[in-house]
């Protein structure tokens, strides 16, 4: 059993700065892919950036120059630094993990960590 634990979501003003963290736990043998992505009130999920084992990164363009995806393989934990934020980047943001655990790889995800962008 794999589980991926969020933390860091809260409300901050526009312009502002806030971190994410995803820590994954359990029997893993490898993890290869690790992602955001968030879901907005009446929006479908999106990727927000993601990250390969080996630290190729890639972004949504709306997300470009203001967020920074980083992982920590020792720690199985992927991060998400957004700066300048914006009242769109409201949504709920969930991590994401190809995981090989056991004699299984698959997809995993985290419950999801609030983040409201507002004055």
């Known amino acids: 059993q794999v589980q991926l634990v969020e933390s860091g979501g809260g409300l901050v003003q526009p312009g502002g700065s806030l971190g994410l963290s995803c820590a994954a736990s359990?029997?893993?043998?490898?993890?290869?892919?690790m992602g955001w992505y968030r879901q907005a009130p009446g929006k479908q999920r999106e990727l927000v950036a993601v990250?390969?084992?080996?630290?190729?990164?890639n972004y949504a363009d709306s997300v470009k120059g203001r967020f920074t995806i980083s992982r920590d393989n020792a720690k199985n934990t992927v991060y998400l630094q957004m700066n300048s934020l914006k009242p769109e980047d409201t949504a709920v943001y969930y991590c994401?993990?190809?995981?090989?655990?056991?004699?299984?790889?698959?997809?995993?995800w985290g419950q999801g960590t609030q983040v409201t962008v507002s004055s």
């Open positions: 359990g029997i893993i043998f490898s993890i290869y892919g």
């Open positions: 990250i390969t084992s080996g630290g190729r990164t």
């Open positions: 994401n993990a190809d995981v090989l655990s056991m004699a299984f790889r698959g997809d995993y």
